[in-house]
């Protein structure tokens, strides 16, 4: 049995004063048998202490234990000065607690069984043991806690072995095949931590996807997809995407044939780096921008179900695509001067952002657009509308002509330069 030194668990950068013993007195008066911490946080601290990774940035804490939750949370007001916690909240369906102590997250769960009556739904909880509890999580090297009371090692899958071999392996063979956004935290963990998937894992994978077992196909309403393949899987790509070490997990996803879990027929190419990197400079949706690399992105927006915005950003980045795709057959685009762009554009209220998505993909005239963000729709009329009307203009139709026509003729001038 491993026992870690107090010391080493202090060493997780800003971890609450007396969090441990506070946790280990509550609990005590709430009548909890065992408290563990679980996570990330374990899994970061381990490999630092064990095997000489980068000493871990805390940026939360996971709790499980076997009783209540929101007991536990309850009493732990009473161990704690006020002004040290910023956020207390109960959800009673799980019986989970968020708070905030002196400004890190600590989130604490009942320790509960998951079993799934429908592959890729939601599964069915009931309460358990913290070891059984362990065994529903997606990696090895992520089922590994610290019971708080003797800060003895629990790792009843033999993570830390994972870890030295810097290795993903799943905790069951149907794991993949119940959640499979557990490939996308796969992708994550991966570049995150320079890991690979076992061969155990990589194969796990693969007869999984090729073997489609969920009850929903790509032919299907899409309104029926099970949340793991739409939702959930939407926020493990937003995380991705946002959090983590961008091109090195979508590598991953593409070397393991994952984006398979989106869409069968795509294979994230190399260019893609570019546009995607453009989305990034533009500060564009980048979950967006990937979605329009593939083949049908409306139809992936709604499976994955981005909000309407979100939606709205996909049609309008394909309105402007076609639309310049039809000018650009007979050439005509390439005529076009500043103020003719301006009016072209202008005249569509399309957003930005769509015209920014629509330049990240690279669509016909690319450059026009950019220099339309960029630039060109910043011009002004070189007189404002405050200062007609102080020469004797009146407010109205006509002075909103009036300002155009200056901004028309200042557009003429760039013309006339280049």
Known sequence: MVTFEPGN????????????????KASSKAGISRVALVGGAVRDLCFHIFFNGPLPELQDLDFIVEGSASRLAKEIKNYIDHCRLSKWKIYKDFDTVEMKIDGVAVDIA??????Y????ENPAISPCSIEKDLARRDFTVNAIAIDISDLTLIDPYNGIKDLKEKKLNFLSKMSVSQDPTRVI??????????????TEALNQVKSTIQDWPWSWHFKDNESLVPTSLSTRLRLELTLLIEKEPIWEALNHLNNWGAFSLIDKKFCFKRSYRRKLSWATKLKANRLIALILLFENPELVGKRLKVTLKEQKLISEAITIENFLKQKNINDECSKWTP????????SKNWSTEAIALAISIGVPEWKSLLRWLGHWRLIKSPISGKDLIA???QPGPL????LKRLREVQLKQIMKRN
């Open 185 to 198: 935290r796969g992708a994550r963990y991966a570049a995150r931590l320079n890991f690979d998937l076992s």
């Open 339 to 346: 103020l003719k762009w301006c009016q072209e554009i202008e």
């Open 117 to 120: 009556s429908v592959l890729g």
């Open 399 to 402: 002075l909103g002509a009036e």
């Open 110 to 115: 009942t320790s509960r069984r998951e079993t």
């Open 9 to 24: 668990c202090l060493r997780l950068p800003d971890l609450p004063k007396n969090l441990f013993d506070i946790l280990n």
């Open 391 to 393: 020469s004797g203009w």
